[in-house]
């Protein structure tokens, strides 16, 4: 539960069955139908397309028009709760310097005002302790008027990143990186899940190919990003394999699979002759490097020219999984506002309800 502001006690919170979600829903699958300009999938179409019936250039999962089909969700919802006064508000948590944070928190900001999304901006110093940096995230926790709570990453090495990520109430854990929220999927009882994991899952969703029972390798088992795609995937019923750095031979394992998801961070290391013949690709991953013309650029984990004359569907990177990431964040703020409605409604029900 969430106390109020110089509460001295806590009761459990019981949340209504009513609002658990199920895990993954599809929400509208008209709405998505043209991102990848597919006909409609039959099971066995789609099962034949994975098989590899299909090569040439790969389809397109396009990532921005995939989120502002969310955004267009949120903002409406967002709308309905400002109307009956439920206004939802983010709060980004930095500490130290880094520009590349900087570009990411500017860019949550701008599509959280998109949506009409209160967000509010902290920086601290690099030489912030852990206690006040707790004692930070608890004054926001037992704040009412805060839905969400995102604490930017990378923070300085002296400070335990788990720790404090435990420490954000799991009502508030719009990222779905606290612990419980994490734990949650192996349960396949999934509210608030880690937002890039979800966002992967909803764009292999998208390419029409069914979940259950399709063969799919996941690169990478980093505990935000690897190993929750992992669950999700096998909670849908995929058979489920995971490459890490230990790992022999990667090509092994992914020139068998329906749908390779790459989540490293090392640019080129999946290349065409890697995939399976039609297969389903999402990078995940995020590179800076240097181009032909000397000028930087950002690139994933797969070499996109090669791996698009195998696949059959591929994400761009950057348009594929990124944008998705953050409407994926807006859309659990919304969440995260939903679930401390009826946390504070039933705190003052049974307010209500005590003998006079």
Known sequence: MIPRCGAGSSTKNRESSSSRRRLLPVRHPADFSELTHPQKHTESTARREANGAREGTARILDGRAFA????????????????????????????????????????????????????????????????????????????????????????????????????????????????????????????????????????????????????????????????????????????????????????????????????????????????KAGAVVIDIGINQVEGADGKSQVVGDCDFESCQQRAGWITPVPGGVGPVTVAILMRNTLIALRRQREHYEHQYVNFNRLPS
């Open 68 to 275: 502002e089909r969310l955004l267009r969700e949120t903002r409406r919802e967002v709308e309905e709760s400002s109307r009956v006064g439920w206004m939802p508000r983010l709060i980004s948590l930095k500490v130290g310097a880094a520009p590349d944070v900087d570009l990411y928190i500017r860019n949550q900001r701008r599509i959280a005002e998109q949506v009409g999304v209160i967000f509010e901006e902290k920086a601290y110093p690099a030489e912030i302790s852990c206690k006040e940096l707790l004692a930070t995230i608890h004054c926001l926790n037992i704040d009412p008027r805060v839905t969400g709570i995102i604490l930017q990453r990378p923070v300085p090495r002296a400070l335990p990143i788990k720790r404090l990520q435990a420490s954000i109430h799991p009502l508030k854990d719009v990222e779905g990186l606290n612990p419980a929220s994490i734990g949650n999927i192996v349960y396949n009882e999934l509210e608030l899940g880690p937002c890039t994991a979800i966002a992967a899952i909803e764009l292999l969703k998208s390419s029409g190919v069914r979940l259950s029972g399709l063969e799919v390798t996941v690169v990478g088992h980093s505990e935000i990003v690897g190993k929750p795609i992992a669950f999700l995937l096998m909670a849908e019923g995929a058979t489920v394999t995971v490459c890490h750095h230990l790992t022999r031979e990667v090509a092994t394992h992914s020139r068998r699979s329906d749908a390779l998801l790459v989540a490293v961070g090392q640019p080129g290391l999946i290349s065409g002759e890697m995939l």
